[in-house]
């Protein structure tokens, strides 16, 4: 499949794609500006005990308000492309009701990377659910499926081909299994059975959409942004094994393999019967849609063994590299598990990295933020992105999370993820190490190189 940037686009070539991304309810803050209805990650932050210190989507980088100022941040930082995700629940206030305030946000957004040059590429469901579909059972109803259809034509027919990349979902692994089987995400439930039947929505939703995104925007790329987490053995013991093989079917391949292969992983609900979603006929073949491309996040892996029960365990790395968040630095397990994929899927499109990126305990000093760790993490994942694309793996890109501190999610404000620091206080964001460097890195032709 070539890779073709739209011919109407300003920024239009075929280079390596370098770039930075985000999340709506992360940075944006303005959580009742111009009609924004609640999602579930407003009332998920409301109750107690659920998010590190009590915090909320508000401030956090107040995006909202200074998005002409940090799309100057990303023109200064030099990157080709900008991943952020567009708020359902600003966009449609009720099933049905589109707020134009919601749009026009976007559109300025849109218009003014263009203007700077730099590629929009949108993800449309970054988990902020509008509360409203919550209220009738969120993604345990398949009619939420239909809604995202219905919401992703309003987006994309207003948008269309300016956006480059047009992602469906975010880690649908997140808003099923830690939402509804782990239960610390929202809305924070702990049914293993509702986990695999929210993710058999969003999966429904995924393939619901595309069509409708295609024809709204015939140029741009369709896709979607998975996470994946290898699984390593902790030993060479039988269980173990078993352990691993487990933990890699959900954590690398439960949504990709209905995408590229419309069946789940083999022999799972047998073992699970208790765990198989109502799927109804027609709806595996809905989610094989064809793809322009598949977005990658990483971030780890998982040292393996059984819990003595036949489940599996993580087991900690104590003498092992780890980020502020207490994430292992395990860079080779970015490579295996892109090789993994090309090689398990003859169908797989094109990827893409998506996030991948690390939490520091990043203070500023005399003006600076000198994020070492970061700068070497960075470097060393770049190039288990270049060892992947040497084994034959087609990357068009890489995208590093975050551009900017932010609302890390159940952690709230106490996990940094940015190229740039932010002063929640003051707003003030100062450019990382981490930041300069990869704008010096993009500039290297060695990394070019890796496009070949
Ligand atoms: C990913 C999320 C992103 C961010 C990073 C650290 O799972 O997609 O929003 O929180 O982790």
């Given at each position: 499949m070539s890779f073709a940037v739209p011919a109407d686009s300003p920024v239009r070539d075929n280079r390596f794609i370098w770039g930075v991304a985000t999340a709506a309810f992360q940075i944006e803050g303005a959580i009742h500006a111009d009609g924004r209805v609640d999602s579930i990650w407003d009332t998920f932050c409301a109750e107690p005990g659920r998010v590190l210190n009590g915090d909320n989507g508000e401030p956090a980088c107040d995006h909202y308000h200074r998005w002409e100022q940090d799309l100057d941040l990303l023109s200064e930082l030099g990157v080709d492309a900008y991943r952020f995700s567009i708020a359902w629940p600003r966009i449609m206030r009720?099933?049905?009701?589109?707020?134009?305030?919601?749009?026009?946000?976007y559109e300025r957004l849109v218009d003014g990377l263009i203007d700077r040059g730099?590629?929009?590429?949108?993800?449309?469901?970054?988990?902020?659910l509008p509360q409203y579909l919550e209220?009738?059972?969120?993604?345990?109803?398949?009619?939420?499926?239909?809604?995202?259809?219905?919401?992703?034509?309003?987006?994309?027919?207003?948008?269309?081909?300016?956006?480059?990349?047009?992602?469906?979902?975010?880690?649908p692994l997140c808003s099923s299994f830690l939402s509804y089987e782990v239960g610390v995400?929202?809305?924070?439930?702990?049914?293993?059975?509702?986990a695999y039947q929210a993710a058999h929505h969003l999966l429904l939703a995924h393939g619901l959409a595309m069509p409708v995104m295609r024809a709204a925007a015939p140029e741009s790329q369709h896709g979607i942004v998975l996470n994946f987490t290898p699984a390593y053995a902790a030993d060479d013991r039988p269980e173990t094994q078993r352990a691993v093989q487990d933990a890699e079917v959900k954590d690398v391949h439960?949504?990709?393999?209905?995408?590229?292969?419309?069946?789940?992983?083999?022999?799972?609900?047998?073992?699970?019967?208790?765990?198989?979603p109502i799927i109804m006929p027609g709806d595996m073949d809905l989610i094989r849609q064809p793809m322009d491309f598949v977005g990658v996040n990483f971030y780890t892996r998982h040292l393996v063994t059984d819990?003595?029960?036949?489940?599996?365990?993580?087991?900690?790395?104590?003498?092992?590299?780890h980020t502020h968040i207490g994430w292992e630095v395990y860079p080779e397990a970015l490579t295996?598990?892109?090789?993994?994929?090309?090689?398990?899927?003859q169908n797989l499109p094109p990827l893409i990295i998506t996030e991948n990126g690390m939490a520091g305990d990043d203070h500023v000093v005399d003006g600076q933020v000198n994020d070492a760790q970061r700068v070497s993490y960075l470097e060393r994942h770049i190039t288990a992105v270049g060892e992947a694309m040497r084994q034959g793996v087609n990357i068009r890109g890489y995208?590093?999370?975050?551009?900017?501190?932010?609302?890390?999610?159940?952690?709230?404000?106490?996990?940094?993820?940015?190229?740039?620091?932010?002063?929640?206080?003051t707003q003030e964001r100062i450019v990382k190490r981490s930041g300069q460097m990869l704008k010096e890195w993009m500039k290297e032709p060695r990394l070019e190189l890796a496009s070949a």
């Amino acid at each position: 499949m070539s890779f073709a940037v739209p011919a109407d686009s300003p920024v239009r070539d075929n280079r390596f794609i370098w770039g930075v991304a985000t999340a709506a309810f992360q940075i944006e803050g303005a959580i009742h500006a111009d009609g924004r209805v609640d999602s579930i990650w407003d009332t998920f932050c409301a109750e107690p005990g659920r998010v590190l210190n009590g915090d909320n989507g508000e401030p956090a980088c107040d995006h909202y308000h200074r998005w002409e100022q940090d799309l100057d941040l990303l023109s200064e930082l030099g990157v080709d492309a900008y991943r952020f995700s567009i708020a359902w629940p600003r966009i449609m206030r009720a099933p049905g009701e589109v707020n134009e305030a919601g749009l026009a946000f976007y559109e300025r957004l849109v218009d003014g990377l263009i203007d700077r040059g730099i590629r929009p590429v949108a993800t449309l469901y970054h988990w902020d659910l509008p509360q409203y579909l919550e209220d009738h059972g969120g993604w345990l109803n398949r009619e939420t499926a239909y809604e995202f259809a219905r919401y992703a034509q309003v987006v994309v027919e207003r948008l269309g081909n300016k956006v480059t990349h047009w992602a469906t979902l975010n880690e649908p692994l997140c808003s099923s299994f830690l939402s509804y089987e782990v239960g610390v995400h929202a809305p924070g439930y702990r049914e293993p059975a509702w986990a695999y039947q929210a993710a058999h929505h969003l999966l429904l939703a995924h393939g619901l959409a595309m069509p409708v995104m295609r024809a709204a925007a015939p140029e741009s790329q369709h896709g979607i942004v998975l996470n994946f987490t290898p699984a390593y053995a902790a030993d060479d013991r039988p269980e173990t094994q078993r352990a691993v093989q487990d933990a890699e079917v959900k954590d690398v391949h439960w949504f990709i393999a209905p995408l590229m292969q419309g069946e789940y992983p083999a022999g799972w609900f047998e073992r699970f019967p208790e765990w198989r979603p109502i799927i109804m006929p027609g709806d595996m073949d809905l989610i094989r849609q064809p793809m322009d491309f598949v977005g990658v996040n990483f971030y780890t892996r998982h040292l393996v063994t059984d819990d003595g029960a036949g489940g599996v365990k993580h087991l900690p790395q104590p003498d092992a590299e780890h980020t502020h968040i207490g994430w292992e630095v395990y860079p080779e397990a970015l490579t295996r598990t892109l090789v993994t994929l090309h090689r398990s899927y003859q169908n797989l499109p094109p990827l893409i990295i998506t996030e991948n990126g690390m939490a520091g305990d990043d203070h500023v000093v005399d003006g600076q933020v000198n994020d070492a760790q970061r700068v070497s993490y960075l470097e060393r994942h770049i190039t288990a992105v270049g060892e992947a694309m040497r084994q034959g793996v087609n990357i068009r890109g890489y995208f590093a999370w975050s551009l900017m501190d932010n609302f890390e999610w159940a952690f709230g404000y106490s996990q940094r993820f940015g190229l740039v620091y932010v002063d929640y206080e003051t707003q003030e964001r100062i450019v990382k190490r981490s930041g300069q460097m990869l704008k010096e890195w993009m500039k290297e032709p060695r990394l070019e190189l890796a496009s070949a």
